[in-house]
């Protein structure tokens, strides 16, 4: 057998071996999503339906019923969540209550996921009571037994409904505000619970414990941690739960305040009969994992063969390859150009698009995720503007340069950064999406979202030139070097945008926003491999901008609520 046979047959066993694998991961996702989907399986929900509130908001909910209790006249409880965030966050909430005997619907306020309209704090009610209305309208519903629990600010929304509504029993506040006092409850009968986390961003315990001293008209000193003040049988139970393992994020996922607020809504509603004794939360975020690896490694493993079938593999490519030679450089030597350029620049980068852009459009924290990033993309600019007049190219030849070429080609790469990047977002929300974060924006925030589109994708082309056009390729070949390439940009993106929002943080006096970080760390971190493994296999860097902008924008801007100004109104 000759040194080419062999070769040939070296790369057809390689792409059997791909394959399998490719199947089995492809067939892990699967299995794992109909598992999740399925589970608990004696709860029916109902996704996304609508009803449109007194002012003429389209509101989305959700729905989880008890299979077997159709014909029974149940008691509904109604979930709201946090701001920048949407109803998929407290699905686990839902399911354990809705296995718990509990009609249960999840709300998205308005501005927020697939509702319509802007965020006005004064007017989340409306939405609230709007899905109450659909509740009764049911017809299976105890319309004298409502509860509700409210998350972050869909607590504070809960506080102005509950306070004016005696059909509520129960309330539930998740790291938010207690704005009950005595005098709302002393006449009614209402059972309140509290949870708080000891490193909650937004909250602190003394605030929480005067708020309790006012509902139980004591002194703030005998407000106690985790004890029961009045009683389930006289309907006035009130606690403060206090948990020292989680953050203002990890409340709405917390397997012990999921469990505290259970029990708390079994107790208040002691006719209700639990339709499953079994707990799902650590079971499903086992069921999440097992999709992850799944969906992950089955993308990543079908981009090769994709990009072969797409487009010319790197190596077989005939016409000019896209390279800035910077032969007076190291890689250390760039990285530690690329942080400097970074910080330095950032605030000039950052006032661009706050006074030429963000300015004039909503979705203020996709505004202020943009302007952060930008921020650093203007300093890598500035310095490829250096490198490329040591080379005689302009900035302008360096930008549009990944754009020449024949047309079928560039439409060629288009369209494997489409693929790509369906295939990733449908993995991400049959995933993440529809069980612990909503990633579609919804129809009004379609116009912005399109310019937030086209400001991600200029910032990350100009990051793919700089990471992998002359980072990367100055790596030599191989498998650990690639991850040395990948880790490298990690870092360099990490360190900028870690600092900055700790920087942000300090000025406003809050550590709220470094919540931000349970989103960042993993999509930078999906992005720079993604980046690193197209430049690879296609030495080409269009379809890894195309796809990290698709699954980065659309989810931060779904996470953005509508909002007009420099900030959120009321919050």
């Keep these: 057998m000759t040194p080419v046979e062999r070769d040939s047959e070296k790369k057809r066993d390689l ?32 996704y996304n339906l609508t009803v449109e509130t007194k002012d003429g908001e389209q509101i989305s909910f959700n729905t989880y019923e008890p299979i077997d209790r159709h014909n029974d006249k149940m008691t509904a409880i109604i979930i709201g969540h946090g701001v920048m965030v949407n109803k998929e966050m407290l699905k686990d909430y839902a399911i354990e209550l809705a296995t718990s005997g509990f009609f249960v619907a999840t709300l998205d306020f308005r501005g927020h996921g697939l509702s319509s309209g802007e965020v006005e704090r004064n007017k989340l009610k409306n939405d609230v009571k709007a899905v109450k209305q659909y509740l009764i309208d049911k017809g299976n519903i105890d319309t004298n037994s409502f509860g509700y629990i409210g998350y972050s600010m869909g607590g504070f929304a809960g506080n102005d409904v509950v306070k004016d509504d005696n059909d509520f029993k129960l309330f539930i506040g998740v790291g938010t505000g207690l704005a009950l006092d005595y005098e709302d409850c002393k006449n009614r009968d209402l059972n309140i619970l509290m949870i708080l986390a000891k490193y909650d961003q937004g909250r602190e315990l003394e605030q929480s414990k005067e708020e309790i001293a006012d509902r139980l008209n004591i002194d703030d000193d005998d407000v106690h941690v985790n004890k029961l003040y009045g009683s389930f049988e006289d309907d006035n139970a ?56 799944g969906g992950i ?30 032969e007076d450089e190291t890689i250390t030597t760039l990285s530690l150009k690329a942080l400097i350029y970074s910080f330095v620049l950032a605030i000039p980068g950052m006032a661009i698009i706050f006074f030429t852009v963000f ?23 500035i310095l490829l503007w250096r490198i490329g007049k040591k080379n005689d190219r302009s ?20 369209a494997l950064g489409a693929i790509l990047a369906s295939i990733l977002y449908t993995i991400l929300y049959l995933s993440i999406g529809l069980n612990y974060l909503g990633i579609i924006p919804s129809l009004n925030k379609i116009p912005w979202v399109l310019i937030y589109l086209a400001l991600g994708f200029f910032m990350l082309l100009i990051f793919s030139i700089f990471f992998q056009v002359v980072i990367q390729e100055k790596f030599e070949k191989g498998i650990k070097n690639f991850f040395k390439a990948a880790l490298l940009q990690y870092s360099v993106l990490m360190v900028y945008f870690i600092t900055f929002i700790l920087i942000f943080c ?24 993604l980046s690193a493994l197209l430049y690879q296999h296609t030495g080409k860097i269009l379809a890894g901008a195309l796809v990290n902008t698709v699954f980065i924008l659309l989810i931060i801007c779904t996470l953005s609520p509508l909002s007009f100004g420099l900030g959120i109104p009321g919050f």
């Design 359 to 381: 300015w004039f459009l909503p979705l203020t924290t996709a505004g202020l995720s943009t302007a952060v990033l930008f921020g650093q993309a203007f300093g890598i600019l």
């Design 238 to 293: 009130t606690m403060l739960f206090y948990d020292d393992n989680s953050d203002h994020f990890i409340t709405a996922y917390d397997q012990d305040f999921i469990r505290e607020a259970r029990d708390w809504a079994i107790n208040t509603f002691p006719k209700v009969e639990p339709i499953d004794e079994n707990f799902y939360v650590n079971f499903r975020f086992l069921i999440l994992i097992m999709q992850l690896i």
């Design 297 to 326: 490694g089955f993308f990543f493993l079908i981009i090769k063969p994709l990009a072969k079938f797409i487009i010319k593999p790197k190596e077989e490519e005939e016409e000019e390859v896209f390279e800035i030679k910077t």
């Design 506 to 529: 300090v000025l406003l006096g809050t550590m709220f926003y470094d919540m931000f970080f349970y989103f960042a760390i993993p999509m930078f971190l999906l992005a720079v491999f």
């Design 395 to 414: 900035i302008k030849q360096i930008l549009i340069k990944p754009f020449r070429g024949k047309r079928e080609d560039l439409l060629r790469e288009i």
């Design 15 to 46: 792409d059997k071996k791909r394959i399998i694998l490719s199947s089995i991961f492809l067939l892990i996702f699967i299995f794992g999503t109909v598992l999740i989907c399925t589970t608990p399986s004696n709860i029916e929900i109902k």
